[in-house]
């Protein structure tokens, strides 16, 4: 048959002097509370989380079989922290603080007449 191989052989080596990123527990309570909001509207459905070294990002779907709709991106770079929202390569919003930048999910306020 065949041989067995680990897949840690196929991968590409990351920098030595770069660590992945990730969130902390207060910035995921962050996130999932932006997201369960839009969950129980029905306008989210799914969510995946990446890291990576230097970046951490949280991508939104409206269906599991689609691109994301959302990215929060977290970047760090020394001590220096980043946070962005990406729509389709678009930048939405940038801050060094991720409340800031979840600012933009925050439903408008419109007359109903």
């Known amino acids: 048959m065949g041989d ?9 080596p990351a920098k030595k002097s770069a660590k992945a990123t990730y969130f902390t527990r ?3 309570n962050q996130l999932l509370s932006a997201y369960s909001q839009r969950v129980a509207s029905g306008e989210w459905r799914d969510y995946a989380i990446d890291h990576r070294p230097g970046i951490a990002v949280f991508s939104v779907f409206r269906s599991t079989h689609e691109r ?14 980043e ?3 990406l729509s389709d390569h678009q930048r939405l ?4 603080s991720l409340t ?5 999910f925050e439903k408008k306020l419109r007359v109903v007449v």
């Open 68 to 81: 994301p709709l959302y990215a929060v991106a977290k970047r760090t770079a020394g001590k220096q922290t």
């Open 26 to 28: 207060t910035e995921l």
């Open 93 to 96: 919003a940038r801050s060094g």
């Open 100 to 104: 800031e930048c979840l600012r933009i």
């Open 83 to 85: 946070y962005l929202v």
């Open 4 to 12: 067995l191989m680990r897949l840690e052989a196929y991968r590409r």
